[in-house]
């Protein structure tokens, strides 16, 4: 489509902006609830290995699209995700998001959810998260689920996917299909998480991909590529595995 090869062709230079979700003043729960929102957005963005996200927190959310358009053009912005999060009058919070891409003339993609209980806030946040990444890229994106079976051999650890941080102390976890490197770190480097194990992964839409953990400790010489601590968020997927060396 013309959205993707927009992105191949910058080669995920020009950047997709992000500003803050802005929430109520005052109310801790949807400013929580617009966080969890905007880190997953962000996230999947990245994990679509073919964005590059700047989280425009120094944009004023709510800067009106015709001002902040002007802006996006002046930078050569691919896209933009803007909205807010609001008490809803039958209980619990309405969100609204719209997606801007640069290489449409149509007007921003609207995307409106209801979040009756904070609790379900995180399942929401991922399917908008993916709903909106596939807005951006201009095709449908879908996901799989992985499940660290031996999590207790480590009592805290952390699951990378391509150098993202995905989940903290979550063995099971949804993500993106396709071919995937994943390090699974426990806490206590000098400089970040310490890489335990790596694992080659093909998600697979709809599966389950089993990772089981042949050692706690060693380091293999591969996971030495891997990034301490860069992205904190609350995404999930993945599917089909197989060790890696």
């Known amino acids: 489509t013309a959205a993707e090869s927009t992105y191949r ?16 003043a005052g109310n801790a729960v949807a400013a929580n609830l617009a966080s969890t929102i905007i880190s997953s957005v ?8 073919s964005i590059t996200v700047d989280r425009a927190d120094f944009l004023t959310p709510t800067l009106s699209f015709a001002r ?8 050569k912005a691919d896209g933009a ?5 609001e008490p809803a009058s039958g209980g619990g919070y309405s969100v609204s998001l719209e997606v ?23 399942a929401l946040a991922d399917r908008l998260a993916l ?21 207790p051999l480590l009592p805290r650890f952390a699951i990378y996917a391509d150098g993202h941080l995905v989940a903290r102390n979550r063995a099971r976890l949804r993500l993106l299909t396709g071919k995937h490197e994943i390090v699974v770190a426990k806490p206590g480097g000098p400089l970040g998480d310490i890489p335990v194990e790596v694992f080659r ?11 089981r953990l042949t050692r706690t ?25 197989t060790n890696g060396g």
Do not use: C, H
């Open 217 to 241: 400790s060693a380091v293999p010489a591969a996971a030495t590529r891997a990034s301490p601590v860069i992205y904190a968020g609350t995404l999930q997927g993945l599917s089909v595995t």
């Open 131 to 151: 709903e909106v990444a596939s807005t951006v890229v201009g095709r449908r994106l879908t996901e799989g689920t992985l499940i660290l079976e031996d999590a």
């Open 9 to 24: 062709a910058s080669g995920g230079e020009r950047p997709v902006f992000l500003p803050a979700l802005p929430a109520p």
């Open 81 to 85: 995700v803007f909205g807010s999060i």
């Open 68 to 75: 902040a358009r002007k802006y996006y053009s002046l930078v």
């Open 42 to 49: 962000a996230l999947m963005m990245r994990l679509t290995g």
């Open 100 to 122: 801007w891409n640069a290489s449409s003339d149509k007007k921003p993609t609207e995307l409106r959810r209801m979040i009756r209980n904070p609790l379900s806030s995180f």
């Open 201 to 211: 992964v093909d998600i697979r839409q709809g599966k389950q991909a089993v990772i």
